[in-house]
Each structure stands twice: as structure tokens, then as C-alpha cells.
């Protein structure tokens, strides 16, 4: 078995799932390819090989082996392990004091991403079921965002700072900071909850179950929004 190498990550290809580690070999610098698949990350950590999975990036050192491939046609890098990124880290202390960045939208395996302009690290940008995903034509342009999670680098990902949304949120969004009472349509009931339609069927959200509840699918109850984020809706009944 090969002996354990340290290298840099200095391509990554997420689209065929695989990127170039570049090492040094006594004097002589050489690259390899290694697998940054999800899903064979999580095999391999569930059968012990790795002590966890990543979400790699352009500049992260890593460990890993040399070995030929089981096609037997080439040496590819194998049980690869994510050791550390000083560029990161010098993203994150700056997260710490000015939040804002400068990068390019992305998009790979059908998810978006943003590569930072200096560093050229990609980062994933989720979006709500509520906001409008950016079009194709929208991609490659500079867009700017924060950095979220920042305390757990595997999960650490971007929030776009223009953001669209439905026009059902927009509605929400106005009557979450009025208290408006909305007339909600209850779409659901099981025993942890009373989903209802807040704002048509696009703004939906639960009540807590009731003991003596008598409340039927179909029926109207009046809710007030008490939190409302990108992601997540609160309500609670009115008061008679």
C-alpha cells in the first residue's frame, strides 16, 4: 500500500465530480485525480475508510494515497481527507468583521453556487421554495453575498444579498409587520398539526394540535404571522 501524501486541491470539476490534487514527489510536482462525490463519501465514511465527508474546495490541502485505478489504466488519489484551507480561514475571520463579498453564480448538478473572486472557493447558495431561482442568463454575473454557518466550515454556504421572491411572500412579508389577521384555509390536519394556506397555497404553515379540536379541512381560521424569514413561516390564532 502507497504511503500517505499531502497535496492541494487545484480544480475541481463538480459537474463530473472529481478534482486535481497537486503534490510534490521528491522534487518533482505532480497532480492526480481524485472522486469528491457525495454519495461515495458517505459510503466510504459509513465503512470507516474516512472520518468524514466534505464539501471540497479549489485550495484545500488534503491526505490522501496513490493507487492505480480499478480500470487499471491510470493512478488516481483514493481515501482523500480534508486537512485545512488558509484561504478559507481568511474568509471566515473576515466574515467575522465585514460580511460581504464579491463572486460569480454557478450553477452545478442542477445547485447554485457562488465562486468568491479572489479566492475562486465555491459556495452553495439553497434557495427557499418562496424566492425565484436565478435564470440561465443570470448565471456567471457578479453577484454579492454573505456567508452563513461560518461556525461549521462543511456546512458553510452563501446568502445572496439581492434576493427575489413570489409575490405571495411579498404579501406576507406586509402582513407579518402590520399583525394583520389573515383568514387562513385549513389543507390538513394529522396528530402534529393543523396546516393551513396563509397565503393562498404558496405561504403555508402549521398550528399545534388541539385537544378538543373540532376543526375540520376546509374550514377558515383567522392566524397572525409571528415569524417570518426566507425559509420559515410561525403563525398562531388570532384573538377572538
Do not use: C
Not at 472522486?35 to 485550495?59: C, F, N, P, R, W
Not at 445572496?160 to 402590520?178: D, G, H, M, T, W
Amino acid at each position: 500500500m502507497s504511503e500517505i501524501t499531502q497535496g492541494k486541491i487545484t480544480f475541481i470539476n463538480h459537474d463530473k465530480k472529481y478534482a486535481i490534487i497537486e503534490y510534490l514527489q521528491g522534487n518533482k510536482k505532480k497532480v492526480v485525480s481524485t472522486s469528491i462525490d457525495d454519495a461515495l463519501q458517505k459510503k466510504e465514511k459509513l465503512k470507516g475508510i474516512i472520518k468524514k465527508t466534505h464539501h471540497y474546495m479549489v485550495g484545500d490541502v488534503v491526505s490522501f494515497r496513490v493507487r492505480l485505478s480499478d480500470r487499471g489504466d491510470k493512478m488516481i488519489a483514493d481515501k482523500t481527507e480534508f486537512l485545512y484551507n488558509n484561504a478559507l480561514d481568511v474568509l471566515l475571520n473576515k466574515s467575522s468583521e465585514t460580511n460581504k463579498f464579491t463572486g460569480y453564480l454557478k450553477i452545478a448538478d442542477d445547485k447554485y453556487y457562488v465562486k468568491e473572486i479572489d479566492s475562486y472557493l465555491f459556495f452553495p447558495v439553497p434557495f427557499s421554495l418562496w424566492q425565484i431561482v436565478p435564470t440561465e442568463n443570470e448565471l456567471n454575473e457578479q453577484v454579492t453575498f454573505s456567508l452563513e454557518n461560518t461556525h461549521k466550515k462543511e456546512k458553510i454556504f452563501a446568502s445572496l444579498f439581492n434576493n427575489r421572491y413570489i409575490p405571495e411572500f411579498e404579501q406576507a412579508v406586509k402582513l407579518f409587520k402590520s399583525k394583520t389577521p389573515v383568514d387562513a384555509t385549513v389543507y390538513k390536519i394529522t396528530p402534529l398539526g393543523i396546516y393551513v394556506n396563509v397565503v393562498s397555497d404558496k405561504i403555508q404553515s402549521k398550528l399545534l394540535p388541539e385537544k378538543d379540536n373540532k376543526i375540520a379541512v376546509g374550514d377558515v381560521i383567522k392566524i397572525i404571522i409571528t415569524h417570518l424569514a426566507k425559509d420559515k413561516i410561525a403563525v398562531k390564532k388570532a384573538d377572538a
